[in-house]
């Protein structure tokens, strides 16, 4: 990949249990159709992540290098070397699956065993319920659940995720994997965030080197602004 022009490097994270659309937002993320099947494009590159250039709104210009957990999570054997240095994290579940749901807890009490809450920590962490349907099997009360064709579940409810995500003090999407738009959002929205974060540091930096506190007793430079 050409790298000149690139303002960062960011490792981005996907998380989240087995089935639950991963490797398809991944995929679709990536230029496949969503019904290329469960093979990741990690994989197939004989890479442990993928990589694609992201510009900001700010116009920055970011090379993500994403990794896939290549279905390691159904052990729970994702580690600390899985999470090292990463940038950004994605938190995904299946919005027709609330158990999926229900074990985000386990993977947010993960997350902040290897990198830390967002009190200390410096990764940019995104919830993500993804659908997986077309949004008209949606219309039904009580949609189809994902692993059976006989039993039913109730989706779980933008406001119920919007909720757990607040508690947390992480963003939630909601992502249509059909709607290339809602896919490319998911990536572009937690890579901001990161970025936000970057300029901010670097602005209180500036500010920290070159203003002087005016306030009535102080002469000194002031060392932040954060």
């Known amino acids: 990949m050409e790298t000149s022009g690139v303002n960062y490097v960011f ?5 989240g249990d087995s089935h639950v659309g991963k490797t398809t937002l991944l995929g679709r993320y990536m230029g496949e159709p969503s019904t290329s099947g469960r093979v990741s494009p990690a994989s197939v590159s ?8 992201v510009h900001t709104r700010g116009g920055k210009t970011v090379e993500l290098k994403i990794y896939d957990t290549l279905g390691q999570e159904r052990y729970r054997s994702l580690t600390r070397s899985y999470f090292r240095d990463a940038q950004c994290c994605l938190v995904c579940f299946d919005v027709n699956n609330p158990s999926s749901f229900e074990h985000l807890i386990e993977w947010m009490n993960d997350i902040n065993k290897y990198i830390g809450d967002n009190h200390e920590s410096r990764t940019a962490k995104l919830i993500v319920g993804i659908a997986r349907q077309t949004m008209s099997s949606y219309d039904v009360p009580n949609g189809l659940c994902p692993r059976t064709s006989v039993h039913y579940c109730q989706p779980v409810t933008h406001d119920r995720a919007e909720l757990f995500a607040t508690q947390y003090n992480v963003p939630y999407k909601f992502v249509n994997i059909h709607d290339d738009d809602d896919v490319a959002m998911c990536f572009e929205a937690v890579v901001e965030q990161k970025v936000q974060e970057l300029d901010k540091e670097d602005a209180c930096l500036t500010l ?4 002087v506190d005016l306030r009535p007793g102080r002469n000194g430079r002031q060392s932040s602004c954060c």
């Open 46 to 53: 004989r890479q442990p992540f993928v990589q694609k250039l």
């Open 11 to 15: 490792k981005c994270v996907i998380v």
């Open 208 to 211: 920290g080197q070159d203003s």
